[in-house]
């Protein structure tokens, strides 16, 4: 069965290190259209995150600004696949 698998390690940059991942498998199609459409996705939407999970994504559009929420989430809504993340520091 598959498993959504991803692999986050931080990576060097001219300002520091910055969170990059990578999804090795997706674990439906349904996840598959949601990463990719950007419902779900590896850390913070926008930005750099200090949180390294997979989240759900919320987005509140208002005149004076956009707020996106993240959401953590350890499986997956669609199919119930627990979601294996492997991260390097
Ligand atoms: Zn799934």
């Known amino acids: 069965m598959s498993q959504l ?6 990576v060097p940059t001219d300002e520091g290190t910055v969170w990059r991942s990578m999804v090795s498998e997706y674990c439906c199609d349904e996840m598959q259209e949601a990463w990719e459409d950007g419902l779900v996705g590896f850390g913070e939407h926008e930005g750099e995150t ?10 509140d559009v208002w005149p004076e600004a956009t707020i996106w929420t993240e959401y953590p989430i350890r499986f997956c809504p669609f199919c119930g696949t627990e979601i294996l993340l492997e991260t390097a520091e």
């Open 5 to 10: 698998s991803v692999r986050a390690a931080r």
């Open 50 to 59: 200090n949180d390294p999970a997979i989240n759900l994504y919320r987005v």
